[in-house]
């Protein structure tokens, strides 16, 4: 192993560059090359990477994004795209490749590496947490924090107002964000993927909160089958005319910030255990963390297995619901 190529892909999140870090840390520990590939899968196609060193990472274990950029690779998805991507790999004599991103990522290395034979190792890399075989993605704990924050601050003014405020979080296919937000900040109701949304069942809720309450907060994961915020709020208003609903998306600052210390930790640790994997020679596989302990899987189950919330966590909430 004398060169590991490394990309960030797919959608940013906080404690990336704490990995890339690691990465390049490790990496000159053991006397490789670290190379960095800008925006993810689009700069192997383009032929856009650089050797990088100490100075490279020095102060970046705080900052949120990625100092090597990302991207959602729709070229990528085509043999004629890979192909240009295997070139650039093979004319830079790369031995090993880490991917830190989201399932969709981690879809595209698991087909690279069908058609090169390439180690791979992957690094779950997405506030979603939607990736099977870890608790922890990086930028979960960091994104959960800032909807929390967020939350916090509306109640302020929901209760001051007496209003019921439905916010929507991030959480494409999965409710980990919402849910999670949900326990942490003590909303009243939360609509997650992986629950069938019953528009008849959240009004009676609300009616039910409100006796005698200031506000009402009502988490939506954007992936929601009855739909955002903003379309949940129209569904029920005509079933609370004397009720001031609003809604708030929290949008893009979910992605944002500097990365919480667990979040740098994870990073950090899986960064180098990449490193250390593929100078064992491992290939196609995907790093998780179980409580303490880091583990590995393989990168097809990663993709092709769901990760789903705890179900305990589902229960909680029902059973705190405010009357
Ligand atoms: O990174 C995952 C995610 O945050 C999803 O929750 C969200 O749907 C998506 O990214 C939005 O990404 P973008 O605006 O970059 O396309």
Redesign the pocket.
């Known amino acids: 192993m004398k060169k590991i190529a490394l990309i960030t892909s ?4 906080p404690g990336m560059n704490a990995c890339i870090r690691s990465i390049v840390k490790t990496c000159l520990f053991y006397n490789i090359i670290p190379f960095g590939i800008y925006d993810g899968f689009q700069g192997m196609i383009d032929k856009r990477g650089v050797e990088l060193g100490y100075s490279d990472v020095d102060n970046i274990i705080y900052r949120g994004g990625t100092i090597l950029g990302t991207a ?1 690779c729709e070229e990528f998805r085509t043999a004629e795209g890979r192909q240009k991507a295997i070139n650039f790999l093979k004319e830079e004599s790369v031995d090993g490749l880490v991917v830190i991103g ?1 399932d969709g990522s981690f879809t595209g290395a698991y087909t690279l590496g069908k058609e090169m034979s390439i180690p791979i190792i992957g690094i779950p890399g ?3 947490n ?1 990736i099977f075989g870890t608790d922890h993605t990086i ?1 979960f704990d960091t ?1 959960l924090n800032t909807v929390v924050d967020a939350i916090d601050k509306i109640r302020d003014t929901a209760s001051s107002h007496h209003r019921a405020f439905f916010i929507e979080v ?5 409710g980990f ?1 919402a849910l999670n937000a949900a326990i942490a900040s003590g909303a009243e109701s939360v609509l997650i993927p992986e629950e069938l949304t019953n528009i008849d069942k959240l009004v009676e809720e609300i009616k039910t909160q409100n006796k005698g309450r200031r506000s009402s907060i009502i988490i939506v994961a ?2 929601d089958d009855g739909g955002g915020a903003k379309e949940i709020l129209e569904k029920v208003k005509p079933f609370l005319p004397n009720y001031d609903l609003r809604f708030s998306v929290l949008g ?1 600052i ?2 944002g910030g500097s990365p919480s210390a667990l979040d740098r930790i994870i990073a950090t640790r899986m960064g180098s255990y990449s490193v250390e994997l593929l100078i064992e020679g491992k290939s196609n596989c995907m790093i998780g963390v179980y409580g303490e302990t880091l583990s590995t899987c393989s990168i097809e189950s990663g993709i092709k297995e769901h990760a789903v919330p705890e179900q305990s966590k589902i229960d909680i909430l029902k059973k705190l619901r405010t009357q």
């Open positions: 797919g959608g940013d999140s959602r989201g997405t506030i979603d939607d930028g994104a991030m959480g494409r296919d999965a964000i954007e992936g893009h979910q992605r």
